[in-house]
């Protein structure tokens, strides 16, 4: 159902909603179409009432303006026009029939089949749920919002939310939550706040002569096959991100740090290059009165990394790390760095290349399981299954490694169907995971022998 005509007021976009109308076309698909969506799954444990559940959504959505918001595109800048409170989509699915051991792989299905579908931006509000039971005290529940309102911080903060106002709305005895900061007081203290000259600077030197690290493609986009974003997904065993987490603090890294380390060599083997820039996102959430607030935070950041004369995995990582903390302490809104160096997107254009960005996530909650009220809730990270369809990439590919409490990480490599075959991108995967396993191991060998 359409909102009606707005009635709180109109905001700017933040910068990160501005970078996104680059990949605009006008057809309505990409960034601002009905596939880019951002899903995440629960696996809740306790009695659940459908009725206070879905009053606790609309307490959700009339706390975070960012989900009832919705972008116009018209104009050189656009806006964002905040609409009055609305009650959010609840679909509530009987999974009874799965017996307990098929109870993962049934909540996996549940999660693609979401995943695989299509919610506009002009469906407000922009989150929505569905709520698979197996019996009266196991169900897995999927919350689903449009990526330009909501990242994967985001979606953590929904779901503590959601858990607080429906132990409140059941009558349990907990406190209430306290006021938020709203998305638009970001996007407007973004467009006050004073240019950082310092790291513009930063900028302007770091990637003076710098292009982006471009994959050929198996397609070139003048073919104009159909897309599809498709996701294939894999595994790092514990015992290699044990050893991982020694050589971060070893080296006196980040387990991204050394992440990123790995996946450069793997560039630098099939490229032979060894100047490197290789996208990522930082949270976009520097400052701390944002942090409890829904919006798509999450900044595109670019890392140029020297591999020139690194004899060894420990040197390719103190040359990653230097480079990390470089950026981070100078992170700014992406267009800004492009406004210090404009050619740097320019191998993006090329018909057969496209960008891969690498991030890698840790919740911002800390714990995986929590209980609030009567209810325990723990994310749902048994992802195995490969999709042929899911949450859009704009252009191009995206790997996500999702590092895990209990050890392992979870990886997903999601890529547009029009540009790369599975085969490919599954080989990727596969020389990402060798020179990891290697590289952990044997931190002083030379690089030659991963």
Known sequence: MTSPAPVVERAPLSFNQQFLRVFDKGDGEGPFGPKYNIVCGWRIRGPIAVGPLHDALTDVVTRHEALRSRIVLDGEDGHQEIFPPSRPSLVVKDLSGAEPDRRGPA???????????AYGLEDLPLLRAFLGQFDSDDAILVLVAHHTAADEWSMRLIMRDLAVRYAIRTGELVPDLPPVRQYREFTRWQQSSDADGRSQRY????????????????????????????????????????????????????????????????????????DIVVPTFTSGRAHGGFHDTVGSFFNFVPLRMDLSGCESFRQAVTRVRSTCLEAYTRDIPFAKILEEAPELMSPAAADDRAVLAFQVFRSPLGSDRHTVGGLEYAEFRERRLPQASGGDVPDGAMWHLELLPAGGIN????????????????????????????????????????
């Open 203 to 274: 900028w302007r030197e770091k990637l003076d002569g710098a292009r982006i690290f471009a994959t050929p493609t198996d397609h070139p986009r003048s073919a104009n096959l159909p897309k599809e974003t498709a996701w294939y997904r894999f595994s790092v065993e514990k015992e290699v991100t044990d050893r991982l987490t020694e050589v971060a603090r070893t080296t006196k890294s980040s387990p991204f740090m050394v992440l990123l380390a790995a996946y450069s060599v793997v560039l630098q083997r099939s490229s032979g290059l060894t």
């Open 411 to 450: 990886g997903t490599l999601a890529y547009n169907t029009n540009l790369f075959l599975e085969s490919t991108i599954a080989e990727m995967a596969a020389d990402f995971r060798q020179v990891l396993r290697s590289a952990v191991v044997a931190l002083d060998a030379p690089l030659a022998r991963f």
């Open 107 to 117: 909540a996996e299905e549940l999660l693609i089949e979401v995943e695989s579908g």
